[in-house]
């Protein structure tokens, strides 16, 4: 099963490798990749977080999936204990470096990477449970995560991004959704004309959504391709790898084992916990002051890395 599953994480990683090209042949440079990612995360990813939750869940199946959310934030936390507690003991060449080294045990890839992964052994409903866990990650990003980041400062302005656009949009899905399922508006029901428009747009919104993996992955290999590969050889990469990829996954999932969830969300959780380190602690490392170099390198050693591990993973987990 593990070739299976390799050969299929391959096909994603293609992708990667292709922004990675672009990039490095010149067809991608800084600005053109910030203004996509700019595009992904206030357009594309949130038409995709609309669809996907509105004809994935009725307001009776997001409050019976309360774990999703709910594990994310479990995995993140567990991350980061983990991570305290391996700082007391290993050496840091600064104070950055530590603080660094926490964020990328705390927060990992929880969105881009596994959103493919997801959708590619369980389909819309196993991207619908994504994005809906995601409200999670991104409470811990800005939170446990920051916390770690600036070594245990929280500041006003980390607290505002939990007001992102795709924040938003999931709030508007939910919203939706709760019109939809309590308010019976027979208005709509019942003019046709109506229903057309609506289902026009829905189907409209979810081509656009469709369009958020490939450009996330494709920009993901245009980053990762800009970082030295000098910066392998940073002290305590070995010790971010084995936690990031092994100790911190094994944790996280014995964790949602105790959870009240049915397999398929458990699966979909315990993707996102193999998953490796952030692309965006780079950003977030540079714009905290931390540890950007040790950032890059842990991203860089992470990713090439999990196209092993995850398939390990994923053949162990789907036994």
């Given amino acids: 099963m593990f070739f299976n599953v390799f050969i299929r994480l391959l096909s994603i990683f293609l992708i990667i490798l292709a922004g990675a090209i672009a990039r490095r042949r010149g067809f991608l440079t800084d600005d053109t990749a910030s203004a996509m990612a700019v595009c992904v995360t206030n357009f594309f990813y949130p038409a995709l977080i609309v ?12 409050m019976s999936n309360w774990v999703l959310p709910a594990g994310t934030v479990v995995i993140m936390l567990t991350g980061y204990i983990i991570g305290i507690l391996f700082t007391g003991f290993l050496s840091f060449e600064s104070i950055k470096q530590k603080n660094t080294f926490l964020f990328q045990c705390t927060i990992n890839n929880y969105v881009f990477l596994p959103l493919p992964v997801a959708g590619m052994f369980l389909g819309n ?18 939170t446990i995560g920051i916390l770690g980041l600036t070594g245990n400062r929280i500041e006003r ?17 939910i919203s939706v959704i709760t019109i939809r399922d309590v308010f019976t508006i027979d208005a709509i029901a019942e003019n046709i004309f109506l229903k057309n428009i609506i289902q026009g747009f829905a189907v409209s919104l979810d081509m656009f959504g469709k ?49 009240p969830a049915s397999y398929e969300i458990f699966l979909v959780l315990s993707i996102v916990a193999i998953m490796p380190a952030a692309i965006a602690s780079i950003i977030l490392s540079d714009a905290y002051k931390a540890d ?13 890395l999990s196209l092993l591990t995850i398939p390990a993973w994923l053949t162990f987990l789907m036994k």
């Fill in 51 to 62: 669809s996907s939750i509105t004809s994935g869940f009725t307001i009776k199946s997001l």
């Fill in 125 to 142: 409903t196993g991207i619908a449970h994504l994005i809906f866990s995601s409200l999670g990650s991104e409470i811990s990003v800005w």
């Fill in 157 to 173: 302005k980390s607290l505002k991004n939990l007001f992102s656009v795709p924040i938003i949009a999931l709030f508007f899905a």
């Fill in 211 to 259: 369009a958020t993996v490939p450009l996330a992955l494709f920009l993901a290999g245009s980053r990762i391709s800009k970082i030295p590969m000098y910066q392998l050889r940073i002290k305590n990469q070995f010790w971010i790898v084995f936690l990031r990829l092994v100790f911190i996954p094994a944790a996280a999932c014995a964790a949602l084992s105790f959870f």
């Fill in 292 to 304: 950007i170099e040790f950032a890059s390198s842990s991203v860089l050693t992470t990713h090439i």
